[in-house]
């Protein structure tokens, strides 16, 4: 795509995502003055566990999928590609479900009321089979959004309806489940009338199994312990940290998910890009989803320092005040968390880095989780947002190693030219360098 049609589409995936702002602007209050601290505390433990179950069941699929299809040459192929990843999904399934199951039953705060653990499993299943990446990979970006869009309208209206006092909040998880279900129907028809009927079987399981164990390394050392992290309070502090915790992220996974909708677009377009042989269009490319990333974290982190204190009080209630400190704490995150994103998946991902991916998310992952344990048992929600901070840093400070290291730096716009800077003031010679894309 040249420059106006890749920021039309732009613009259209963040328009469907104005609408997930909407949705949140909805719901956000409306959970934590009906449901109070405490339930909305266990509202979230469970989305936390749901988020970890759909990482564990996509289990790095989603970004193999995207690649393999942005590269596919016909509807068989891509029946292909869309059979053996719904296979392997379906597999994985049965081993998220358990692992819920004991999830659920392990937290003291979720095992008091079983079933919210048990519907947010099942949703993080359902979740985790949607085919957004098949969409994307396909160069149809439109399709998602419209039907996530569809979602967030049936599930806002069955939540208003459905949810009255603290004791409802099982129709919370009820409503986003009965949501998902019916999306996903609407997208598996959809391709089955574009592509065929999938058709299921075990061969070839394993192999994309392997192939797809880097990128999973990689999520489950940072993605999923970012997703965990409410969880994971819920074991080491009280309900109501839990509960402060829990309403401060999520306001930051939805500034978070703001970065999702270009990495829905640069994605498959620089994978294309390499796949034909265009080097130059896709540093081009990666450089302008650069330039937009790293711009929007500095952004949010600016918003996120000084507005939180008004914002929160505002939005929750007066009972949600120490919401805003851990909101401020989160906010040093935001420009390390833009930067992870645009090298793990502008630059490493197109480019076949998953080993490396695997490698620096793993160690980061360790970082964020021994950080976790010191200071989420001291501080509770404080603690548990630093040790986010800290996570993000870390990763952040590796993957500008790597990329220095693989002469990959000239993707980062103004990089290249200070670290010859740099170079030169240390008594080095600089040195033209050209990125590895091999």
């Given at each position: 795509m040249n420059r106006r049609a890749s920021a039309n589409v732009v613009a259209f995936v963040y328009g469907g995502y104005l609408m997930r702002y909407v949705y949140l602007i909805i719901v956000v209050p409306f959970y934590g003055r009906v449901l109070g601290v405490a339930e909305y505390g266990r509202v979230l433990a469970s989305m936390s566990l749901m988020n970890v179950i759909w990482m564990l069941v996509s289990y790095g699929f989603t970004f193999v999928g995207m690649r393999e299809v942005s590269k596919a040459q016909s509807a068989e192929e891509c029946n292909a590609i869309y059979s053996l990843h719904v296979s392997a999904r379906l597999l994985l399934a049965l081993l998220g479900g358990v692992i819920g199951v004991v999830a659920?039953?392990?937290?003291?705060?979720?095992?008091?009321?079983?079933?919210?653990?048990?519907?947010?499993?099942?949703?993080?299943?359902?979740?985790?089979?949607?085919?957004?990446?098949?969409?994307?990979?396909?160069?149809?970006?439109?399709?998602?959004?419209?039907?996530?869009?569809?979602?967030?309208?049936?599930?806002?209206?069955?939540?208003?309806?459905?949810?009255?006092?603290?004791?409802?909040?099982?129709?919370?998880?009820?409503?986003?489940?009965?949501?998902?279900?019916?999306?996903?129907?609407?997208?598996?028809?959809?391709?089955?009338?574009?592509?065929?009927?999938?058709?299921?079987?075990?061969?070839?399981?394993?192999?994309?199994?392997?192939?797809?164990?880097?990128?999973?390394?990689?999520?489950?050392?940072?993605?999923?312990?970012?997703?965990?992290?409410?969880?994971?309070?819920?074991?080491?502090?009280?309900?109501?940290?839990?509960?402060?915790?829990?309403?401060?992220?999520?306001?930051?996974?939805?500034?978070?998910?703001?970065?999702?909708?270009?990495?829905?677009?640069?994605?498959?377009?620089?994978?294309?890009?390499l796949a034909h042989g265009d080097k130059e269009g896709a540093h081009v490319t990666t450089r302008r989803g650069a330039m937009l990333l790293l711009g929007y974290g500095l952004l949010v982190f600016c918003g996120a320092l000084t507005l939180s204190p008004f914002i929160l009080p505002l939005i929750l209630g007066p009972a949600f005040e120490p919401s805003a400190h851990v909101l401020q704490v989160f906010a040093w995150m935001f420009p390390f968390a833009a930067f992870n994103e645009f090298v793990a998946f502008y630059v490493f991902v197109p480019r076949r880095k998953d080993r490396l991916l695997a490698v620096v998310g793993v160690m980061s992952g360790l970082a964020n989780l021994a950080a976790a344990l010191v200071l989420a048992p001291r501080y509770g929600a404080m603690g548990m947002a630093s040790a986010r901070v800290i996570g993000e840093a870390t990763l952040a400070v590796i993957l500008m190693g790597v990329m220095i290291r693989l002469e990959l730096i000239g993707l980062l716009p103004g990089a290249e030219r200070a670290l010859e800077r740099v170079r030169i003031a240390c008594g080095f010679r600089a040195q033209a360098r050209a990125g590895k894309d091999d």
């Open positions: 659920t039953m392990s937290s003291p705060v979720l095992s008091e009321r079983p079933l919210i653990g048990l519907l947010a499993t099942l949703l993080g299943v359902v979740s985790a089979l949607n085919l957004g990446w098949l969409f994307q990979g396909r160069q149809y970006f439109r399709t998602p959004i419209m039907i996530e869009v569809f979602g967030f309208a049936l599930s806002l209206v069955l939540v208003l309806s459905l949810v009255r006092g603290p004791n409802d909040a099982v129709w919370v998880l009820a409503s986003l489940l009965i949501s998902g279900i019916a999306s996903s129907i609407i997208s598996y028809g959809l391709t089955t009338w574009q592509l065929g009927w999938p058709r299921l079987r075990l061969a070839g399981v394993m192999p994309l199994l392997r192939s797809s164990t880097m990128l999973f390394c990689y999520s489950s050392g940072s993605v999923v312990f970012t997703a965990s992290s409410t969880y994971l309070l819920t074991l080491l502090s009280t309900p109501a940290q839990v509960g402060y915790f829990g309403a401060a992220e999520r306001f930051v996974t939805i500034g978070l998910s703001l970065m999702g909708p270009a990495s829905q677009v640069f994605i498959p377009t620089i994978s294309r890009q």
